[in-house]
T-cell receptor, first 113, second 111 residues
Framework: DVKVTQSSRYLVKRTGEKVFLECVQD?????MFWYRQDPGLGLRLIYF???????EKGDIPEGYSVSREKKERFSLILESASTNQTSMYLC????????????FGQGTRLTVV | RKEVEQDPGPFNVPEGATVAFNCTYS??????FFWYRQDCRKEPKLLMS???SGNEDGRFTAQLNRASQYISLLIRDSKLSDSATYLC????????????FGAGTRLFVKA
């Protein structure tokens, strides 16, 4: 059974904290993505990676960075958390070529207070 | 303009109704198209791929019109269990293999 696992379901952090969201997939997929989902806005792409140590900005990268040191792991970093980063964060992975199904993790509900 | 736009909904329909969702995309170089379903408080999951020739899976029919950059999903004989958010998804080798989701259309099927 294919699996994408996010490290936490719920997180509460303080403004200014550095926050790490971890995502691990066991399908040997090349491509991994981080999205945030907000009511009325749908899923918005933050960053994606198509190979180890490779990263590309999505539509809303400001305030975020990512790390992909190993193929199976893609980390999202909030350098200094702010209240407007309170959201649901979803990690996904796909294989090459890109026209294949995206598998999602269960999501991390992050609240910044 | 958003890269992928959908009817915002919500759609409220009785059981047994036929309902259609529309989606437009802005990048003519887009290569692959999908519909995903997302239940409340759950992650999105693939419902079906969308092909130029159109494709059907039981009560669900998906259509793609590349000339108009338009995708549709038709649900016939709606069931209560069809209540969910339906996401239009477009992928392509433009700016690095991006997978872009629409904001989703919420469907409520009522008894």
């Amino acid at each position: 059974d294919v699996k994408v696992t996010q490290s936490s379901r719920y997180l509460v952090k303080r403004t200014g904290e550095k926050v790490f969201l971890e995502c691990v997939q066991d399908m040997d997929h090349e491509n991994m993505f981080w999205y945030r989902q907000d009511p009325g806005l749908g899923l918005r792409l933050i960053y994606f990676s198509y190979d180890v140590k490779m990263k590309e900005k999505g539509d809303i990268p400001e305030g975020y960075s990512v790390s992909r040191e190993k193929k199976e792991r893609f980390s999202l970093i909030l350098e200094s958390a702010s209240t407007n980063q309170t959201s649901m964060y979803l990690c996904a992975s796909t294989s090459q070529p890109m026209n294949t199904e995206a598998f999602f993790g269960q999501g991390t509900r992050l609240t910044v207070v | 303009r958003k890269e992928v736009e959908q009817d915002p909904g919500p759609f409220n329909v009785p059981e047994g109704a036929t309902v259609a969702f529309n989606c437009t995309y802005s990048n003519s170089a887009s290569q692959s198209f999908f519909w995903y379903r997302q239940d409340c408080r759950k992650e999105p999951k693939l419902l079906m791929s969308v092909y130029s020739s159109g494709n059907e899976d039981g009560r669900f029919t998906a259509q793609l019109n590349r000339a108009s950059q338009y995708i549709s999903l038709l649900i016939r004989d709606s069931k209560l269990s069809d209540s969910a958010t339906y996401l239009c998804v477009v992928t392509g080798n433009t700016g690095g293999f991006k997978t872009i989701f629409g904001a989703g259309t919420r469907l409520f099927v009522k008894a």
